[in-house]
């Protein structure tokens, strides 16, 4: 029996608990079955209780206070200890039959998904065909303000495809938050941050503006050493080279999530089923006589 699942990943405040809230909506209202999964130690409050939270097994407060560790050790110390009791996940989950969307809420620690090995190994043991066999997908969320800045929305497609290399999963890059920037940019123009290239690094959203007023353009005198390093030639370089890299791999695309759309939300299941191949494992199904009746 196969299980289904999706990893909702991303960084910090991206937007992910926000968003398992709104598929499990959307998962309810469509009378589909979901386990939420809350893998973040240091979460606090959700819409939805979850079926299954690490906070049972550990919490970061709890390390931090006995442990003297900071937020970041402490998080990384609680999947360790996950991945020293992986009964934990193993006894939840077993029983979780082919019609559940299993949905992973993690945490926002950027090295989770950049570089430290604990992510790969729970992936395996979820995946792997002598443990849970989970067909999983990961959502990897960045926040769509994050276009206006080039070397943040840049930065954020690095860790992204730093995520898909290291996870080796089916993997959707979700630009979250569109409600946020659809009155400030327009539909059309928001497609070029859909697939990231150079050219995008080439226009400075300021300079581009004063050239279509007309106005001889001449960048800000930075106040501080920071700012300049920030503006200076060799940020500008040094950007061009991970948007030429980003672009040589052609690997991150993204997908664009509203949250507060409904129609948003089903579009993004729709692609999660088509990755996990969700459908095909379905057995038809008639409706209980007593369904009938409450409809009528
Ligand atoms: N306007 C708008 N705000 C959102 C949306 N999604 C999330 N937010 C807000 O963004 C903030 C962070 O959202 P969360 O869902 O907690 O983000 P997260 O990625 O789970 O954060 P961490 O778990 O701390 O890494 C909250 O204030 C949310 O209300 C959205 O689609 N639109
Ligand atoms: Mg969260």
Redo the contacts with the bound molecule.
């Keep these: 029996m196969s299980k289904f699942g999706v990893m909702?990943m991303?960084?910090?405040?991206?937007?992910?608990?926000?968003?398992?809230?709104?598929l499990i909506t959307h998962l309810q209202l469509n009378r589909r079955s979901c386990f939420y999964v809350n893998l973040?130690p240091?979460?606090e409050s959700f819409e939805h209780t979850p079926d299954l939270d690490i906070r049972d097994l550990i919490s970061v407060e709890d390390v931090m206070d006995e442990l003297k560790l900071g937020p970041n050790g402490g998080l990384i110390y609680c999947f360790e200890f996950l991945m020293e009791n992986l009964s934990f996940l193993e006894e939840a989950l077993n029983s979780v039959t082919e019609e559940y969307l299993i949905i992973f809420?993690?945490?926002?620690?950027i090295e989770l998904y950049t570089h430290y090995p604990v992510l790969p190994a729970l992936v395996n043991f979820l995946r792997s065909p002598g443990n849970l066999d989970i067909r999983l997908c990961a959502a990897y969320?960045l926040?769509s303000t994050f276009v206006v800045d080039r070397a943040k929305y840049f930065a954020g497609s690095l860790s992204a495809l730093s995520s898909m290399y290291m996870l080796g999963l089916p993997h959707l890059n979700i630009l979250?938050?569109?409600?946020?920037v659809k009155d400030q940019i327009r539909k059309k123009d928001f497609k070029k941050f859909l697939v990231p290239d150079t050219m995008l690094i080439e226009e400075d959203p300021a300079e581009v503006e004063a050239r279509k007023a007309g106005i001889d353009y001449q960048a800000p005198v930075e106040s501080d050493e920071k700012d300049a390093l920030m503006s200076g030639a060799g940020f500008k370089r040094l950007n061009a080279a991970v948007a030429q890299l980003l672009e040589n791999f052609s690997m991150v695309h993204y997908h664009k999530?509203?949250?507060?759309d409904e129609d948003s939300v089903g579009g993004i299941l729709s692609y999660i089923d088509e990755c996990i191949q969700w459908a095909e494992a379905q057995e038809p199904k008639e409706l209980a006589d007593e369904e009938y009746e409450d409809d009528e």
């Excluded at 999530?257 to 507060?260: E, I, K, P, Q, S």
């Design positions: 909702v991303g960084p910090a405040g991206a937007g992910k608990s926000t968003f398992c809230a709104s973040d240091a979460a809420d993690m945490p926002g620690q969320l926040e979250s938050k569109m409600d946020l999530l509203d949250c507060t």
